[in-house]
């Protein structure tokens, strides 16, 4: 099966509707997909023409560990529940908050207005630091996206504010309680030694995760198996995904991703 369990859309920090998303996926060939948008699930309160393929309602939760941005999918929840409302809500507060907290840090750096730019690019959409990034380029203070992260809102840098998330048990219980399955997204992405990544990886577990992504985008075999041995030794059900935000990005596109490894046992097994 083609499937692709990671994906974004405007309603956080992709560029595509809903629609053209889940259009773009069907012409690439995707059989069951995932709308997975950062702490929101506005994808779903759409009328949507699936085009053929199954839809899985699904979302990207943000926490930390140990001081560290972490993402969380939820697959196959129940935008309607009581849990998810809990979720999104309290999500959406620590967002705006965080936007105001790094527009404060920004502007010790000498970089003002850049809340209002922010909001303005996001519009409806889930704010975020891309939001800023794109304001910083638009407005000339930076050459690029890249160079925006890596001179103000990359890890480690004035705009990285993490404080305001939700613990990582609570967004795991979030997930299970709207009948989810909480996956850890992007293992690899976090750019973890083996050793703390393992540390994650048993935290995750223990707290009530099931699933990791073991494919994320066009990333190496290498890691692909490395993952894939990671979730059998913590008994985690495996899941696929492209991270997906945007078409100008040919290493996320939508469907273009590599199999499971052959000895995983896939997260939409279950559906």
């Known amino acids: 099966m083609h499937v692709d369990l990671h994906c974004h859309t405007m309603h956080s920090d992709g560029v595509l509707t809903p629609s053209e998303l889940i259009e773009r996926a069907c012409k690439n060939g995707v059989e069951l997909l995932s709308i997975t948008d950062h702490d929101t699930l506005a994808a779903y309160l759409e009328p949507l023409d699936t085009g053929g393929l199954t839809l899985i309602p699904g979302i990207e939760l943000s926490t930390t560990w140990k001081n560290i941005?972490?993402?969380i999918?939820?697959?196959n929840?129940?935008?309607g529940s009581k849990a998810m409302r809990e979720a999104t809500s309290l999500q959406s507060d620590a967002r705006d908050q965080r936007a105001e907290l790094?527009?404060?840090?920004?502007?010790?750096?000498?970089?003002?207005?850049?809340?209002?730019?922010?909001?303005?690019?996001?519009?409806?959409?889930?704010?975020?630091?891309?939001?800023?990034?794109?304001?910083?380029?638009?407005?000339?203070?930076?050459?690029?996206?890249?160079a925006a992260y890596k001179k103000y809102l990359g890890a480690g840098k004035a705009g990285d504010i993490k404080s305001l998330w939700a613990e990582m048990d609570?967004?795991?219980?979030?997930?299970?309680?709207?009948?989810?399955?909480?996956?850890?997204?992007?293992?690899?992405?976090?750019?973890?030694?083996?050793?703390?990544?393992?540390?994650?990886?048993?935290?995750?577990?223990a707290q009530g995760g099931t699933g990791l992504e073991v494919v994320s985008g066009?990333?190496?075999?290498?890691?692909?198996t490395?993952?894939?041995?990671?979730a059998d030794d913590?008994?985690?059900?495996?899941?696929?995904?492209?991270?997906?935000?945007?078409?100008?990005?040919?290493?996320?596109?939508?469907?273009?991703?590599?199999?499971?490894?052959?000895?995983?046992?896939?997260?939409?097994?279950?559906?």
């Open 77 to 79: 929840v129940d935008p």
């Open 234 to 271: 913590f008994d985690l059900l495996a899941s696929c995904g492209s991270d997906f935000h945007t078409p100008e990005n040919s290493w996320t596109e939508l469907g273009k991703i590599s199999p499971l490894p052959s000895n995983s046992r896939p997260v939409w097994n279950g559906w």
């Open 102 to 146: 790094i527009s404060k840090a920004l502007a010790k750096k000498g970089l003002t207005d850049t809340l209002q730019g922010a909001r303005q690019i996001a519009g409806t959409s889930q704010i975020g630091r891309p939001h800023f990034a794109r304001h910083l380029v638009d407005t000339g203070k930076c050459a690029s996206l890249k």
């Open 69 to 71: 941005n972490v993402h």
């Open 218 to 224: 066009s990333q190496q075999q290498d890691i692909t």
């Open 226 to 230: 490395t993952l894939g041995s990671l």
């Open 73 to 75: 999918l939820g697959l």
């Open 170 to 205: 609570t967004v795991i219980k979030w997930i299970t309680k709207s009948g989810g399955l909480p996956v850890l997204a992007h293992p690899a992405k976090y750019k973890l030694t083996r050793t703390r990544l393992r540390s994650l990886v048993k935290d995750f577990t």
